[in-house]
């Protein structure tokens, strides 16, 4: 059991290189919010102990993300290839992964975090319109209207969502570099952190990621 983690933040890509690498490699693409939706949909006791906090308002505990993790990859072949997206946060999720990783024979090989300037996650992020009645998505620079404003759909009017703001969005930034940067050490330290450059085209970063993993 292989398994590889994509780190970064928001705006950096990791939801594309994920679905590139789907295709391109054998890896099951596995997200926090795909494992803790699949494990509250099926009613597991760690499911139900998961939505007892969610339903409350509360963040899930490391230690009930970690049993969903296990609950998770257990269901397929000790062959498996895995490819974490979203986990692990913190460096007791991380310790956890190791922890699971002895019990079930599996290993970590690789952790590639996604390196992008702030300057560009700004431009990226802020730049996102959404059509108020179809829901199609925009990008002032990288994929514009025909007509500014207006949705060439249906005509709808584009708006900025406020979590896109470029307040709100700094303030994420921030929270996950508090949350990261230790991570980032621990991994490197392991000697399995890759940092790769995304602050180009899609195409440039999957390269580079899947040049690592055919290697």
Do not use: W
């Amino acid at each position: 059991m292989k398994s590889i983690i994509l780190l970064g933040g928001p705006g950096v890509g990791k939801g594309t290189l994920a679905d590139f690498l789907k295709k391109q490699t054998d890896y099951i693409h596995v997200s926090t919010g795909d494992m803790l939706r699949a494990a509250i949909q099926s009613g597991s006791p760690v499911g139900l102990e998961a939505k007892s906090f969610m339903e409350t308002g509360r963040l899930v505990p490391d230690s009930v993300v970690l049993r969903i993790v296990e609950e998770r990859i257990s269901q397929d072949s000790t062959g498996a290839r895995f490819m974490f997206d979203g986990f692990p946060r913190t460096i007791e999720q991380a310790e956890g992964l190791d922890a699971i990783f002895k019990r079930l024979g599996g290993s970590l090989n690789h952790v590639f975090n996604l390196v992008v300037e702030r300057p560009v996650l700004l431009r990226r992020l802020t730049g996102r319109r959404v059509c108020k009645t179809c829901g199609a998505v925009y990008h002032v620079t990288s994929r514009p209207p025909k007509q500014e404003g207006v949705c060439d759909v249906d005509a709808g009017e584009l708006y900025q969502r406020t979590d896109d703001s470029e307040a709100t969005i700094l303030n994420r930034l921030e929270v996950y570099e508090k949350q990261t940067v230790p991570l980032i050490s621990f991994y490197r330290k392991k000697g399995l952190l890759r940092d790769i450059d995304a602050g180009g085209k899609a195409e440039e970063t999957d390269a580079l990621v899947l040049k690592v993993l055919t290697a």
